[in-house]
């Protein structure tokens, strides 16, 4: 019943959906509040870190890498930089036997004197949904926080906390699930929930928030040109607190060359551009702070690489009515 409801909604209106929902966020953007989780600007082909029902959607075995800078020049007092840095590395493949995919992630994020490198494995069932298909994702996580207090220079000289000369780090572990529809070569819409299970760091004094995420993207290709197609995308995402939303615009030429821009509410404005060759894309962005800490840097840059083995998963998803095949 829930998959023949499913497919209904999905025949009659899905397409219509995912321009609503980017219709929606443009309006709701001034009722959103900042905040300062993982930032990538490149979200549209990083999914693979905040949804596990990506795997093995991208048609082949896909291994994305990216590296990014943010608040570039931004500097203690002393000179000491502390500025936000980002690595990930996500890949993915669907798995003929599995029905569906497997994946995952492996990232590093540093904040002033706090690291925290993650590694995401996760599988995600696909089924056949209307003119798309339906995917259902589960992901194990694990993080691993430190904290060098050694670094840190405590207004009171009695702070229990600060008064360690020591790095502090401590292992934590959860779950995130997720859901996507897609229809190739037309749109997408994803939702997901990370750290699921809220673990605590008791050596280091914090705990995960649960995060959820909300993404879509749509592919139109301009009439009576065909050469270039307009892709806009969207993330929501809540912590239980606070909202953040950011949407892109992007332009592509020939399947080849892409370009556009972007906007983060309440922290940047982004410039994007990249190629596409062959199987291999190659893209950057440049963030434009808008927020108060402008005063304070020169901006963000990120850099991302793709490359996709294709296979021919075309071939996993025929079945045959036929009494000589039964």
Known sequence: MLTATINKFICKGGEKFIFLLFIICVFLQNQLVAQQPTLITHYMFTNMAINPAFAGNSGGICITGLARQQWIGFKEADGTKTA???????????????????????????????????????????????????????????????????????????????????????????????????????????LSGENLLQSKSKKIYLQSRRTFYLTGGYQWIIPDHPAFELLPSVLFMYDGAVFQFSATALGMYNNKFYGGLGYRFQDAVSILAGINIKSLRVGVAYDICTSMLRKFNSGGLEILISYCFKIDTDKFRKSYRNTRFL
């Open 84 to 190: 936000p840095q980002t690595f990930l590395l996500t890949a993915d493949s669907p798995i003929k036997a599995l029905h569906g995919g497997i994946g995952g992630s492996i990232s590093q994020d540093q904040l002033g004197y706090y690291k925290n490198i993650g590694l995401k494995v996760g599988y995600a069932y696909k089924m056949d949904a209307g003119s798309g298909d339906l995917s259902f994702g589960l992901q194990v996580g694990f993080q691993n926080g430190t904290y060098d207090f050694s670094k840190f220079n405590p207004a009171d000289d009695g702070d229990p906390l600060l008064s360690n000369s020591e790095k502090t780090s401590d292992m934590s572990f959860d779950l995130s699930a997720g859901l996507l529809y897609k229809v190739p070569e037309k749109f997408y819409i994803g």
